[in-house]
């Protein structure tokens, strides 16, 4: 008897795939895809659909499992040797917080939000694709969980991510993007997570973060950044694919995924400027400056991505050179705000020390010594003065981003951006022409926003006062304020031998 011809890679791939696909007898497709027609796409052939990766789920199980191994092997080492006590200074543990607070629950939105497009899409290439990246996502929270939870046990602001995440009010901006896109239907979900958001501009994340922890002595959180990157590899394929697939189908489809490129990248430029913050003002040992971060993942590899799909019509996003502009200045404003506002964040905030401000004078010779320093500088003299400064009021919003209206216009920059539509009566606040051009075109989305000054001026927020609201959050008094005088620094000059006078001088 003849002996079975071994099949292929694509052949296995096609046969463990697609060819899982069945007829429909008493349902028609509508019926049973009731989300793949509503937002105007229009896919002509699914079978079309490629993925470059052709991974079948006991090759997938097979990779992951050897990559957990080792990432959790590397967890129990650094846990077993102190190595909290290797990083570069207390003060990056608050980038931690940052992190684990807004991204980690991305993350988990992602996988959700993954296993709904799996189910919406009548291609079953598709459907395996978003299968395994919802699995991903899922993975990558869980692995952030576990790497940081061990910093848990010796520093403040990293009990309670995601009742902080659906409550505290600046995580509302990665809240309400990620609520965007997830509020959204499956062709748009893809478009704003799989192309704006992974492909476009998730090295703007995970590369300047890794790196910058690499530097910091932080090993465990650079072991699962590269763990997940694998990850982010098939992912940014994924969304390129996407896009390219919806683009080849029909003509009608370019004009709707362009506007949706043209909100997501506006959109998520807004979300990572707190990214930035973290790259220029929570890292004491520094890898690269926002600006030097945007110019090369975004002007250099991003203008070339769009270069390359340009013969399918689609053109850099709208306003992109308006990031580009801003790029001298976003970093700075954002620490300002957060530094006045220190004491209702759940992590610290401080001036930077002298060389750190010079450095910035270094990174930004054309806006920091001008504008910034300065003010830096008054912050400084006021602290040693006993005059601590906190915002006594409750910012304005932006109702489309959730950013409190601190951006300046670039060509003024000591006056602030202020723009605004009116909607059934009621006027609607924005800090960009970006943001007020995604409102103007779906207002009936954007006037649901749940702006937390609002709640909290209507009391739906614990109460009247900041110590309700704090609680509300479920921050604990060492949580906030300034981190000089906090219990995160004093454990750790204790830890590591320091004199506290000395320090504090």
Not at 80 to 88: D, E, F, I, P, R
Not at 194 to 209: A, D, G, H, K
Not at 435 to 448: A, G, L
């Amino acid at each position: 008897m003849a002996q079975a011809k071994k099949m292929s890679l694509k052949d296995k791939y096609t046969t463990m795939t697609s060819d899982l696909a069945w007829d429909f007898s008493y349902k028609s497709q509508s019926e049973v895809f009731p989300l793949c027609d509503f937002e105007g796409i229009k896919i002509e052939d699914w079978s079309k659909w490629e993925d470059p990766f052709r991974l079948t789920m006991d090759a997938y199980w097979k990779y992951q499992g050897e990559k957990e191994r080792k990432l959790y092997a590397v967890i129990d080492a650094f846990t077993q040797n102190n190595a909290h006590l290797g990083v570069s200074d207390a003060r990056y543990i608050n980038s931690l917080k940052i992190f684990l607070t807004a991204v980690t629950p991305l993350e988990y939105g992602a996988h959700r939000g993954f296993a709904m497009a799996g189910r919406a899409f009548p291609g079953v290439g598709a459907q395996v694709a978003s299968q395994m990246q919802s699995i991903d996502e899922l993975r990558h929270a869980q692995t952030q969980l576990h790497t940081i939870s061990q910093y848990n046990k010796y520093f403040d602001g990293l009990h309670d991510p995601f009742h902080m995440y659906d409550r505290a009010w600046y995580l509302s901006v990665p809240k309400s993007y990620f609520e965007d896109a997830l509020s959204a239907g499956p062709f748009e979900f893809v478009t704003a997570i799989s192309f704006s958001f992974e492909y476009v501009l998730t090295n703007l994340l995970f590369m300047p973060f890794m790196s910058g922890a690499a530097y910091n002595g932080d090993m465990a959180t650079v072991n699962f950044g590269f763990s997940a990157q694998s990850d982010e590899s098939r992912h940014m394929t994924l969304g390129l694919e996407v896009i390219k697939f919806i683009l080849e189908q029909h003509p009608d489809n370019l004009p709707i995924v362009q506007r949706w490129i043209d909100k997501y990248f506006w959109r998520g430029y807004r979300l990572l400027g707190i990214v930035g913050m973290m790259m220029d003002y929570m890292h004491p040992k520094r890898v690269m400056s926002w600006k030097e971060g945007w110019e090369m993942y975004f002007e250099q590899n991003g203008k070339a991505l769009f270069d390359d799909l340009a013969r399918y019509g689609i053109t850099m996003p709208k306003f992109w050179e308006k990031s580009v502009e801003e790029k001298e200045h976003i970093t700075h404003q954002l620490w300002l705000t957060f530094y006045s506002v220190g004491n209702a964040a759940g992590f610290h905030t401080w001036v930077p020390e002298d060389s750190e401000l010079d450095w910035l004078s270094e990174k930004y010779p054309n806006t920091f010594d001008k504008y910034y320093r300065p003010r830096f500088e008054y912050l400084r003299a006021q602290e040693k003065a006993g005059k601590r400064f906190y915002s006594a009021a409750l910012p304005q919003l932006c109702q489309t981003c959730q950013i409190p209206m601190v951006f300046t216009d670039t060509s003024k920059p000591t006056e602030r951006v202020y723009k605004h539509s009116t909607y059934n009566g009621d006027k609607f606040h924005f800090c960009s022409d970006g943001c007020k051009s995604v409102f103007d075109h779906e207002p009936e989305k954007y006037v649901q926003a749940w702006l937390p000054p609002h709640q909290i001026f209507q009391g739906n927020c614990g109460g009247p006062t900041i110590p309700d609201v704090l609680k509300y959050y479920h921050f604990s008094e060492n949580d906030p304020g300034e981190f000089l005088h906090s219990r995160d620094n004093a454990n750790w000059n204790e830890w590591k031998g320091l004199n506290k006078d000395d320090e504090a001088a």
